[in-house]
């Protein structure tokens, strides 16, 4: 019997992991996926906003300022990937624009963001020499920041397990019974009894919720495409780049640099078919060219390396949904956590601990939490520490990822984490193999042959991403044949 269930190991799912594990709960985390960080929160924008934009009252405003603070603590603690960044809304000669970001710096105001103000054509060049020089004003927010997203939710989620929380991987939840004051969960890994169940399934909360016989909720997904472009673009800018919205209230084509030294272009928008609506169209693809170059014209879109798309997990509901279901007690809705969801995460955990406090869980703190973690970026070392690791341990001396500059080693520590990952993309998101110039086409191999070892699994049973993904099938030469060349 555990104290508390939670559907969902996206961002909002492993920051509540993170949160209840600081204090003497048992608690356990559904997901349906054969990794965490493996749906919305892989595929997004991997900014930390600084809550301009957000309407004023909402949970949305309250949860993005609270949620960018703790962020910062956490990246700290956790060694994730944070680099403070400036946000400019930029306008051209147009009213309705100009008068726009004069309205989100009034709402910033009101939202308590810090250090807003609205500059001129001049001063914005000066602070960022990559705009277009035909902008003629623009909202300048020194709060925001770029976070390397999945590293975020793995920190958090991996943070969660070395304090006593169960993650189950492969775990699609299919039905949820609550009897005689409690919930039977039933997952495709077992059937699981907690006390209290927490919706944290992203694009698909108002199915999850209609489990429990919830309803008033439909999910309106979106969706959005994005570039990313080699690292020779990514020092074109120096902060994150958004239009003025469009009349329907879409932000526009991003333009920002990324953790990684990257330059990222997207998304657009548009609806999704369901939660797992994640490929790219050619033709509509192409558009974001012309849309990043009115914003950044300096941009060479012969350098795009990697495609993607990820889904919004939104709601008919305007605001985040958060709080009890009236219907049924003790299952908890964080539901349509769309953007700003991943600035607002932590808060979000905290706000659902303080909900479970008042439907009657005690949550007493522990006296020995784990808050720490250290990882081995090898490309970041100095010569003289990159010397001083190899000879500890010989695998930091052999470069498996040449674009990224990763080791074996790395790769090897990737894989003795408290959650393994099983594909190449898992190790992909933990150490950066295979996101460079060539995208995995020198290092794919020798991670597959690696995973292989360490995990102890056949050659044809290493998978490259989601369950069904397999790279190989069957020999096509069988060993002995092949050494006595026939």
Known sequence: MYDVLIIGCGIVGAAAAYELSKYKLSVCVCERYNDVANGCTKANTAILHAGFDCPVGSLEARLNLRGIQLAQEICEKLDVERVPMPTFIIAYDNSHELEYIQELYRRGVANGVKGLRVVDREEALKLEPGLNPDIKAALYAPGSAIVNPWEYCIAMAETAVKNGADIKLDSEVTAIEKKDGYFRVTASTGVYEARFVVNAAGGWSAQVYE??????????????????????????????????????????????????????????????????????????????????????????FSQVIHEYAGVRPNTQVPDFVIGQASKCPGFINLAGIKSPGLSSAPAIAEELKKILEDCGLAAEKKEQFTDRRRRIIFRRLSDEEKAEII????????????????????IVEALRRPIVPRTIDGVKRRCNAGMGRCQGGFCGPRVHEILARELGIGPEEVLMDEQGTFLLTSPIKEEAAYEKGI
Do not use: W
């Not at 000879?391 to 790395?410: H, Q, S, W």
């Open 211 to 300: 489990m429990v016989g919830g309803t008033g909720l439909a999910q309106t997904n979106f969706a959005g495409q994005y570039y990313i472009l080699d690292k020779n673009q990514g020092e074109k800018i120096h902060s994150i780049i958004f239009p003025c919205p469009d009349e329907h209230g879409f932000k526009g084509i991003c333009v920002t640099p990324t953790v990684h030294g990257n330059l990222l272009v997207g998304p657009d928008c548009y609806q999704a078919a369901d939660g797992d609506h994640v490929g790219t169209d050619p033709a509509t693809l192409e558009n974001l060219k012309e849309a990043g170059r009115r914003s950044v014209p300096d941009i060479d």
């Open 391 to 410: 000879r500890a341990n010989p695998l930091y001396g052999r470069i498996i990822c040449r674009c990224e500059t990763v080791t074996e080693g790395e």
